[in-house]
Structure formats: structure tokens, C-alpha cells
């Protein structure tokens, strides 16, 4: 069971449209997918067509009420992909969990009996590097950034790559940034070029070759309730998440051909200069 938090704590990076088109792709190409809504705005969960408030079990009741993910998840419009959702009260389990002995670990512990129940966990993080986020990072073994291709996309990757390190030295060893997605690229303009060369720069073999491109089907999709499978099955969109988990399927045989791919160095924090 692969488990993959997709994290950057700045917000309109491309997470919860990650998350939704890959794992829609991924359960397409006959794999079971578990996508956890781990961000308080529930983004993920109306994107898969639900209201968050008609929700009656979610992640929180999973982190405060220890109740079980089978218990608390709900079969999505596609065959394999199940969510865990969120609603609004997500936002409250920071506070509530303040006195509550290994807060950071209680989704890696909720999780830790489904060995091969799933063949994809996938999370999206909230944009901060609060207690959601941690019990993400404590939780996955795999870290996709998301860094959307603008002037600004690459502040606050420093900060990120610390807490990796710090979360790798000290709860999980496990844990490495497997890759980096490049998200609403448009080659025709200059900065987009400087972000992909920047981030190749450090982020060197992890950069998915795959950019996802800036394609207003993908922004008019969740709306609608819809993944790009059943909204615009034709669009740009549609083609480069298709494209991504193409890629992340083969990254998948590789690894069993034991071909591993070199971590990122951690020490060497971000530098966007
Ligand atoms: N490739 C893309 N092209 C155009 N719009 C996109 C693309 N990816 C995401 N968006 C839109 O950009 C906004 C931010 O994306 P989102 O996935 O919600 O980011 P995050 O979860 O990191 O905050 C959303 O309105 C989304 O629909
Ligand atoms: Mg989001």
C-alpha cells in the first residue's frame, strides 16, 4: 500500500486538484485508492460531489472519536475510489487534540491495520504545517509537491523541506519527497520556464516529466462535483493527470525491479535563489 501525502503549505498550488484527478486515474487503471481530506475547507470532498454538511462520519471523527477509517470513509461515483472526507469542524481537532498524548500519530496508528486493504492512500494536506499536516507526514512513506508554475510558487519551500527533515529524523524514517508535480504550466510564459528550471535544479529526477498544464476545465470541474474523467474527458487536463499517473504507475514497476530512484537530500534546504 503506497501512501502519499501531497503537501505544500501554500495554498492554490494544485493539491486537492491532484488528489482528486490522480486518484480518479489511478482507481481508472484498476487500483483501489483511499483520497483522505485532511484540510478543514473540505475542497477534496465537494470536489467528489458531496456536501459537507450532510457528511455524518469524517477524518475528524477518525483523529478525535477514534473511530475507524472503514467506518468513516464513503465510496465515491467511481468503483475504487474511496474517500475519507472532511467538514468544517476539522478545524477544531487542532485545539481539541492539544492535551492528547501522540497527537501526531494518530492517523499513522488508524491506518496501520490496512496493509494492503488499499493500493493508494493519498492526502490532501491543509495549507499549513499545523497537526493535520504533521499526522500526514507521520503517516505516508511518499511526499508529492504540488508547486504551481508562478513568481511566488517557490516561498515557503524551505520551510517545508525543514519539516520533512526534522519529521524523517524524528518520528519517521521512512518518509522521502518521491515527486514534484509542476502544476497550471503555460510554456508560453517566461516564468513558468524559470520555476520548471529552478525546481529541476534541486529537485533534479523527482520533477514528474509530466507538467500538468493550465487548463480551465480542471478549475471548472469541482463545481460541478465532478473529476475531469466524467467532466472533460478530452481537455488538457484530462490528458496530462492522465499522463501523471502513467508515470506514477511505472515509477511503481521500477521499484519493484528494485530500480530505486535517489532521495532528495534532505539537509540541503530549498534555496529559491
Ligand atoms: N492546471 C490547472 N489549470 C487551471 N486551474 C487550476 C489548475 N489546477 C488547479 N486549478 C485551480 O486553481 C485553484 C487552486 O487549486 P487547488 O487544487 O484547489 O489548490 P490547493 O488545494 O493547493 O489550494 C482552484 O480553483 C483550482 O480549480
Ligand atoms: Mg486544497
Do not use: W
Not at 457528511?55 to 472503514?70: A, G, M, P, Q
Not at 530512484?261 to 529559491?272: E, H, S
Amino acid at each position: 500500500m503506497k501512501k502519499i501525502a501531497v503537501i505544500n503549505q501554500k495554498g492554490g498550488s494544485g493539491k486537492t486538484t491532484t488528489v482528486v484527478n490522480t486518484g480518479a486515474y489511478l482507481s481508472l487503471s484498476g487500483k483501489k485508492v483511499l483520497l483522505i481530506d485532511l484540510d478543514p475547507q473540505a475542497h477534496t470532498t465537494i470536489h467528489l460531489g458531496f456536501n459537507p454538511s450532510e457528511i455524518k462520519k469524517s477524518v475528524y471523527d477518525v483523529l478525535v472519536n477514534e473511530i475507524s477509517i472503514e467506518d468513516a470513509m464513503v465510496q465515491t461515483k467511481m468503483k475504487n475510489l474511496f474517500l475519507l472526507s472532511s467538514k468544517i469542524d476539522l478545524a477544531s481537532a487542532e485545539i481539541e487534540l492539544v492535551n492528547t498524548i501522540g497527537r501526531e500519530i494518530i492517523l499513522r496508528d488508524a491506518l496501520k491495520k490496512y496493509k494492503n486493504l488499499f493500493d493508494y492512500v493519498l492526502i490532501d494536506c491543509p495549507p499549513s504545517l499545523g497537526i493535520l499536516t504533521l499526522n500526514a507526514l507521520t503517516a505516508v512513506n511518499e511526499i508529492f509537491i504540488p508547486i504551481q508554475a508562478e513568481f511566488f510558487a517557490l516561498e515557503g519551500l524551505t520551510k517545508l523541506i525543514q519539516t520533512i527533515k526534522i519529521i524523517k529524523e524524528r518520528i519517521n524514517p521512512d518518509i522521502e519527497i518521491s515527486g514534484v508535480i509542476i502544476t497550471m504550466y503555460d510554456q508560453r510564459k517566461n516564468i513558468c520556464k524559470e520555476v520548471l528550471q529552478k525546481v529541476e535544479k534541486h529537485f533534479k529526477d523527482k520533477v514528474f516529466k509530466t507538467k500538468i498544464r493550465e487548463n480551465v476545465r480542471l478549475a471548472e470541474a469541482p463545481s460541478f462535483g465532478q473529476t475531469i474523467i466524467t467532466f472533460a474527458p478530452n481537455s488538457y487536463g484530462a490528458i496530462d493527470y492522465k499522463g501523471l499517473v502513467r508515470e506514477i504507475i511505472r515509477g511503481e514497476t521500477h521499484e519493484k525491479n528494485r530500480i530505486r530512484q535517489r532521495p532528495v537530500k534532505l539537509d540541503n534546504a530549498y534555496n529559491p535563489g
